[in-house]
């Protein structure tokens, strides 16, 4: 007599593409601004301000080859304002920026190294957010965690360098230290607000700003309205490291240059509307 075993229940394995699959985050340095810069010693060393192609940059970090740590590296140094590249694939070449030559040639006291470290502080995009979003004073890394991973769309996996990053960041360039490079101060170290005379009490917008301009002076200045009947003065032509520095200001500005969409623009008497 035979006898057949019951069919046991089939159970069904789920496909890999049902399984949760974790987001990649956004960029952020991989490595501190204070490795970065020691990376970036070594290319003054063998290549001074000269382009070399990128694996005659990497020999020169110590990489034998593109391996991924390797272009981590050099991307962080990018993050960081510390080189420029150009060209791509195998034509990719590097050299070192003027910010990483001010902090890396300047002396301690001279003003422009100081602040050429914090621009590359808050040069990686990261970075720039946390810093407007924080300002000065640092929560804990509990306090900002849920605003990495929940606003913007950190792994949880990763929060922990790129808070401790930016906390190295923070502390090499000594930003809580440095008062008038804060998001609330309304005095931005790079050019100080004035109010133009004649127009005490009166409602400003960018257009009544601007005033007619010598076209024979050699240093022009653009006038940028930062607040009601205040403008910065920014002048032109300038180096490629002031418009750096200029565009890392207008971020740290962007709360006040950026109306509200239920915020009227302010109108000027006699001025037709944009």
Known sequence: MSTTEPKKPETKTKPETDKPKRGRSPGYPSITLAAAIEKARKLWDSQRKHEAHIDASLKSLG??????????????????????DSGSGDDRKIKLSESAQDILLLPENDPRKQRALEVAARAPAIHATLWERYGAHLPDDAAMIPFL???????????GDVLGNYRSAFALAKLDKNADSSPDNEQENTRQETKPEGLEGKQLDARSAFTPMNPDAAIQEMPVLVGPGKVARIPFPMTEEDFDLFIG??????????????????????????
């Open 149 to 159: 991973v929940r606003d913007k769309g950190f792994n949880e996996s990763v929060v």
């Open 63 to 84: 990489y034998t080859t593109q391996s991924g740590d390797a272009l981590r590296t050099i991307a962080a140094m990018k993050h960081y304002g510390l080189i420029e």
């Open 249 to 274: 200001t207008l971020n740290l500005w962007k709360k006040k240059l950026v109306k509200k969409p239920d915020q009227p623009t302010p109108k000027v008497e006699g001025l037709p509307e944009l």
